[in-house]
Every structure is written in structure tokens, then in C-alpha cells.
């Protein structure tokens, strides 16, 4: 996403089933191919992976609301 993605927003690159359309694609972003997948940052399923998240997002200070 230009100029980056706002916090608490789904990143344009998601399919209806929540994969992303560029995994593997030498064109994908390289805070996503950083991105550690690990259950300490995902959790066991997607609500916790989204409250993990919003943690995150709210501890440095990435959020927009």
C-alpha cells in the first residue's frame, strides 16, 4: 500500500479468505516478508492474532484511532 498501511486496516494484498495475493512475489513489501509468523505474534486463530496485533499496533504507537 503507498505510503504505507493504517493501522487496524486490512492490507489491500488480502484475498476474500484473508491470503495474501503476493506471498512469495519478489514485488512483496519487506516488512511482510520480515514479519516473524510465529504464535507469540498470530496466536492460536485469527481473534487472537488480531488482538495480538492491535497490542502491538497500540504499544508503538501505530494505531490512527
Not at 506471498?23 to 492474532?49: K, L, N, T, W
Request: glycine share 10%; aromatic share 4%.
Amino acid at each position: 500500500m503507498e505510503g504505507g498501511k493504517p493501522a487496524g486496516k486490512p492490507c489491500v494484498q488480502l484475498t476474500p479468505d484473508l491470503r495474501c495475493r503476493i506471498y512469495g512475489d519478489p514485488a512483496r513489501p519487506a516488512v511482510c516478508a520480515s514479519f516473524p509468523a510465529m504464535e507469540e505474534h498470530c496466536g492460536r486463530d485469527r481473534a487472537e492474532a488480531l488482538r495480538l496485533l492491535a497490542e502491538l499496533e497500540r504499544l508503538t504507537g501505530r494505531t490512527t484511532r
